[in-house]
């Protein structure tokens, strides 16, 4: 089993920053490809950003610019810089891991494991 364990949202000011973190655990071994996700109120989940397992980066036209991913392949821990906050950033943000072949990085059925969230607020 693996689990997925998301933090560091919380509560800022428009213009500002909020680093994400995706802590991954369990039987889970080698490269694997990342990403986050995000689900703002009566909206449908969309990608954000996903890293491959060559880590090569892939980030929505929303964000790119702004957002910056990370990972720490010691630590099996994936990060989200997110710079200049603008209150359409305001969502729950997962991250999700090991995901199929082809399709869209930013595909939900894609990935099979999920995190439980962490809330964004941005206020303007």
């Known amino acids: 089993q693996v689990q997925l364990v998301e933090s560091g949202g919380g509560s800022v000011q428009a213009g500002g920053s909020l680093r994400l973190s995706c802590a991954v655990s369990g039987k889970i071994y080698g490269r694997y490809c990342m990403g986050w996700f995000r689900q703002a109120p009566e909206k449908e989940r969309a990608g954000v950003a996903a890293i491959g397992r060559d880590g090569t980066t892939t980030y929505a036209d929303s964000v790119k610019g702004r957002f910056t991913l990370s990972r720490d392949n010691a630590k099996n821990t994936l990060y989200l810089q997110m710079n200049s906050l603008n209150a359409e950033d305001t969502a729950m943000y997962y991250c999700?891991?090991?995901?199929?072949?082809?399709?869209?990085?930013?595909?939900?059925?894609?990935?099979?494991?999920w995190g439980q969230g962490t809330q964004v607020t941005v206020s303007s």
């Open positions: 999700a891991a090991i995901c199929r072949s082809g399709g869209s990085w930013f595909a939900l059925s894609k990935y099979n494991y």
